[in-house]
């Protein structure tokens, strides 16, 4: 578990849910259970799938809760798990790597081999060269003699290419604060918004979900069994245009004073243009609904497809101008090294887009905040 929201707590502020919706809500039930589709427009456009429990120990009114991001806070056990999933996914990329530097020599061979293997592992030719030159740089300042020291010097030259990349989710300087999700199809959008809702329901803020993929009722549904068993409130409509959806969502999140709005998009391709205009219209209408909305908007990107995750990041952030990454299946067989293409491309960008989270499994656990210096690690392993 981990913990990255820095939230202004409205327990003990004026009441914020609607007591009408509550009294027309279905019982809050454990159980995973798709929430009632509800009418797009008229007061009971949002209703809770289940109320959102507050704290068990509130603190006071209006008090902003000191930020504890720190990756460290989390129980050594839980933490050693999902790192060794991330390790685990990153294995084959780790041992090709780490090859390299079982030699006795630096020579031309090894960095031609350590060439190879930074394009086998998705990092792309600019972040390759970017990352060669630095290291040779690295080991001319250090005289360092011996491979395994390359390897840490290496180490380092990932970690610190990545680290503008490792920034934490705001959420509290809004009421609510919206975030938009968008990404291609399959990338992971809604079990991330799942994972997400549930880690900040664990931290008392109140998220309300709004099921803007409209396309398939099947997405709906998924939508509302994580809002169900995360005991959330959810936005949903029949057929419904996802613009109209999210901005009943982020107008009945303003009226109950909801800490969050999370919107689910469809996935779409960058190149579909009428489906990344449908996109744009989505983050037009947030901000008709609240001024300086969306606060975020989040791409999710598959860690599997490599290069082509950085092409997507790009494409993405042009139409809507991202505010952060989450970079899903990296417990799978994805190899990683685009994240260090991203961070130069950020880095070209001048304003990095961070990867908030990455995702490590399917479970609800499996959401962590990104630490540049451990990824490079587990690159290298
Ligand atoms: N192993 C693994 N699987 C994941 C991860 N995140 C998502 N998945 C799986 O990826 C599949 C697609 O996830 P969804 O959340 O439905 O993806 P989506 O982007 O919402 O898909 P569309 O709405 O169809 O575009 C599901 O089977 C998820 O369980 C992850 O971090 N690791
Ligand atoms: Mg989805």
Not at 6 to 13: A, E, P, S, T
Not at 109 to 133: K, P, Q, R, W
Not at 280 to 301: N, Q
Request: with cysteine.
């Amino acid at each position: 578990m981990f913990s990255f929201i820095k939230k202004k707590l409205g327990w003990g502020q004026p009441e914020k849910a609607d007591p009408a919706d509550k009294a027309t809500a279905p019982e809050a039930s454990p159980a995973p259970a798709p929430a009632a589709s509800q009418p797009a427009h008229g007061p009971a456009a949002a209703a809770p799938a289940a109320a959102a429990t507050p704290p068990a120990s509130a603190p006071s009114p209006g008090a902003w809760v000191p930020q504890a991001q720190d990756d460290t806070q989390t129980k050594p056990t839980d933490r050693r798990s999902w790192l060794d999933r991330l390790k685990n996914g990153l294995r084959k990329t780790g041992s090709s790597i780490a090859q390299v530097f079982t030699g006795t020599r630096i020579d031309d061979a090894l960095y031609e081999e350590l060439e190879e293997a930074l394009l086998m592992a998705d990092a792309g030719v600019s972040a390759t060269e970017h990352l060669l030159t630095d290291l040779k740089q690295r080991v001319k300042d250090t005289k360092a003699t011996d491979p395994a020291a390359v390897k840490a010097l290496l180490a380092d030259g990932i970690a610190e290419l990545l680290k503008p990349l490792e920034q934490s989710l705001q959420i509290g300087q809004h009421t609510p604060t919206v975030i938009m999700v968008a990404g291609v199809n399959g990338a992971g959008k809604t079990t991330t918004i799942g994972k997400l809702t549930r880690h900040l329901s664990d931290h008392g803020a109140q998220v309300l979900l709004a099921a803007a993929d409209t396309f398939r009722a099947a997405a709906r549904e998924q939508l509302a069994v994580w809002a169900a068993r995360n005991r959330v409130q959810i936005v949903s409509q029949e057929g419904g245009d996802p613009a109209a959806v999210t901005f009943d969502a982020v107008t009945a999140g303003k009226a109950r004073g909801c800490d969050v709005v999370i919107a689910d998009t469809a996935g779409r391709l960058a190149t579909q243009i009428h489906l990344m205009d449908e996109l744009k219209k989505v983050k037009r209408v947030i901000g008709k609904a609240m001024d300086g909305a969306p606060h975020e908007v989040l791409l999710v990107v598959d860690g599997n497809t490599g290069q082509n995750a950085l092409t997507q990041v790009k494409a993405f952030d042009e139409a809507l101008g991202l505010t952060g990454l989450v970079v899903t299946k990296l417990d799978g067989t994805a190899k990683g090294g685009v994240l260090a293409a991203i961070a130069l491309w950020s880095r070209q960008r001048g304003t990095p887009v961070p990867v908030y989270f990455i995702g490590v499994g399917e479970g609800l656990e499996d959401l962590q905040t990104f630490n540049a210096r451990e990824f490079a690690r587990a690159l290298l392993e």
